[in-house]
């Protein structure tokens, strides 16, 4: 990997973002915090999922959602 690449594995921060999308501490589960999120996919994001690469795409955003929302609920009980 060259100095300019970033890792696949650097994390969200939804307060880092400036509040873009839904703030993952106002849902009570996982699931509603989802449904919320895909509302909020750009639709030229949506078009390029059938397309090669597009289920690690599906894949990272999964995982961006998983690390903000149990950050969110981790926050909510400090």
């Known amino acids: 990997m060259s100095e300019k690449q970033e890792p696949l594995n650097k994390h969200s921060d939804f307060l880092g ?8 501490t106002k849902f009570k ?3 509603e915090f989802v449904a919320e999120s895909v509302k909020d996919l750009p ?5 390029l999922l059938p397309y ?6 599906l894949q990272i ?3 961006t959602w998983l690390n903000d929302f149990w950050k969110g609920q981790k926050n909510l009980f400090t």
Do not use: K, R, S, V
């Open 61 to 63: 955003l999964q995982l």
């Open 29 to 31: 589960t996982y699931n």
């Open 52 to 57: 090669d690469g597009g289920e690690m795409a």
């Open 17 to 24: 973002f400036d509040g873009i999308g839904p703030d993952p």
């Open 43 to 47: 639709e030229h994001l949506i078009i």
